[in-house]
């Protein structure tokens, strides 16, 4: 039971190139999460997944598209990075109203 | 704006001695609070959750408590240990799907 898995661990890109985070869980949780940490700031949410099929925006989602492509399976994509998207990313899933379980999250730097 | 400010930005304390962590918000509805710890490096990790209707919860040497007419929540650590060393996340739900997430305590226990 890996409960959620994030790769790549660590990215480094150039402006204007493209990526996609990856995140997978075992748990056969409904829901599933990105978001972005930066120093100083909170946890914000980029965008959510109720159950598979669905996505809607969370606070940051410019910049930014998602994927759910099974129950399993949420990944994040960056058309065209921007150093302002230099961040820690996390995964997360749940069951609504309980514990969010997060991934051990991508560092990403944007140069 | 829906707020949530935690305090003291960051603690030392020896190991063995108790410390107290404080979480104030301003978030309307109201769900529920939760306490997340952070290793550095790693992805938050769930201690407690708390709803409007309970006033205190406690996970080992963890107690968090609530009070839902001042909007502030505190987290008692007992007999601190090493591995104590993360930083604390106090995060208020608004409903389903909306997270806010304080910016955390970074809390280093000395030997």
């Known amino acids: 039971n890996a409960g959620v898995t994030q790769t790549p661990k660590f990215q480094v890109l150039k402006t204007g190139q493209s990526m996609t985070l990856q995140c997978a869980q075992d748990m056969n949780h409904n829901s599933m999460y990105w978001y972005r940490q930066d120093p100083g700031m909170g946890l914000r949410l980029i965008y959510y997944s109720a159950s598979e099929g669905t996505t809607d925006k969370g606070e940051v989602p410019n910049g930014y598209n998602v994927s759910r492509l099974n129950k399993r399976e949420f990944s994040l994509r960056l058309e065209s990075a921007a150093p302002s998207q230099t961040s820690v990313y996390f995964c997360?899933?749940?069951?609504?109203?309980?514990?969010?379980?997060f991934g051990p999250g991508t560092r990403l730097t944007v140069t | 704006k829906n707020q949530v400010e935690q305090s003291p930005q960051s603690l030392i304390i020896l190991e063995g001695k108790n410390c107290t962590l404080q979480?104030?918000?301003?978030?309307?509805?109201?769900?529920?609070l939760r306490w997340y710890k952070q290793d550095t490096g790693r992805g938050p990790v769930s201690l407690t959750i708390m709803t409007f209707s309970e006033n205190t919860k406690s996970n080992g040497r963890y107690t968090a408590t609530l009070d839902a007419d001042t909007k502030q929540s505190s987290l008692h650590i007992t007999a601190s240990q090493l591995s104590d060393s993360a930083s604390y996340i106090c995060?208020?739900?608004?409903?389903?799907?909306?997270?806010?997430f304080g910016t955390g305590t970074r809390l280093k226990v000395l030997a």
């Open positions: 997360a899933s749940s069951v609504p109203h309980y514990e969010q379980y």
């Open positions: 979480c104030n918000y301003t978030v309307s509805p109201f769900s529920n």
């Open positions: 995060v208020v739900s608004s409903g389903t799907y909306k997270y806010i």
